[in-house]
């Protein structure tokens, strides 16, 4: 853990430090470390606001330290996260070295930060008359400010830190479409998220257009989601242009798959008894080969 890190950086305590209770209450309470290193981080400093800058400070220095030891070992575990609102989405996959960690609150809390600062991006961008879909490497990612002022690189040196594992900032998808195009989302397996990014180890995004949107076309567009997460589709496809597969096993047009959670219609039937169309699709599997994934196709709409 890191506040044992920084306690063994602190070797020359002392049992004598004259700081204020009430200001050693509260800033243990509010920074969760030992009452050592807030003693130490008071001492030092004039208030609670500086001694928390302070132990911040600390914990990141220490924390670049054990992400430099841990850069470059093996990550294919992680997790995908995605935040749609209303006419922006962002789909963004962390990768971590086991799936134990995966799991673990503290890394779920970074996927959500992370999707969280990624979005406020995306509310930046124009979204025009066109929907678009932009692919944002981990370089980049790295860059982004927190809400907290620092940036996601840092942010991930300190997780990695706290959790002992290398963390991988692999990949963003961002997607914006103009009025008239709706955005649904799925996550696989649902971890029944307390916030408003969903994770799984698969994600999907489906851009649509539809006769109304009210909440069973929603619901549909959703379970056209867990198909394309079930299914892996390349393209959309269009009637008439688009011949299917020889064998059903091998169809990767989207709408000549049986549809994955009624097998006794292809996606195009259960489109038609739907009223809805499909726009365009994004996809992202926690830990794939990247250089088996295909280039975005030219967006087509279902004739």
């Not at 992400?67 to 962002?90: I, Y």
């Not at 996601?152 to 692999?170: F, M, V």
Request: charged share 25%.
């Amino acid at each position: 853990m890191i506040s044992r890190q920084i306690s063994r950086f602190f070797h020359n305590t002392s049992l004598l430090w004259n700081v204020n209770k009430s200001d050693l209450a509260k800033l243990r309470k509010k920074t969760g470390y030992t009452f050592a290193n807030c003693k130490k981080a008071l001492e030092l400093n004039n208030n609670v606001e500086e001694a928390e800058k302070w132990l911040k400070e600390q914990a990141q220095s220490l924390g670049w330290s054990k992400a430099s030891k841990l850069e470059g070992r093996k990550t294919s575990q992680g997790l995908v996260g995605l935040l749609v609102k209303e006419n922006r989405a962002v789909m963004l996959e962390i990768n971590c070295e086991t799936d134990f960690v995966a799991r673990n609150k503290k890394f779920k809390s970074f996927v959500d930060l992370s999707v969280n600062s990624c979005f406020h991006e995306v509310s930046k961008i124009n979204t025009g008359s066109e929907l678009k879909k932009v692919t944002v490497a981990g370089e980049e990612l790295k860059t982004l400010p927190t809400p907290e002022g620092k940036s996601l690189s840092d942010l991930s040196a300190l997780t990695i830190s706290e959790l002992g594992e290398n963390i991988n900032l692999r990949r963003a998808i961002y997607v914006t479409c103009p009025e008239g195009i709706q955005l649904a989302s799925y996550a696989h397996p649902n971890n029944n998220n307390t916030t408003n990014v969903l994770t799984g180890k698969y994600g999907a995004i489906i851009a649509y257009v539809a006769d109304s949107y009210d909440a069973q076309r929603q619901e549909w567009a959703m379970q056209l989601c867990q198909h394309v997460v079930g299914m892996n589709p390349k393209t959309v496809g269009i009637m008439g242009e688009d011949e299917p597969a020889v064998d059903k096993d091998d169809e990767l047009t989207m709408i000549h798959q049986e549809f994955l959670l009624d097998p006794e219609l292809t996606v195009s039937q259960f489109l038609a008894n739907s009223g809805i169309k499909i726009v365009d699709f994004v996809r992202i599997e926690c830990g794939e080969p990247l250089e088996a994934v295909e280039e975005p196709v030219p967006i087509k709409a279902v004739g």
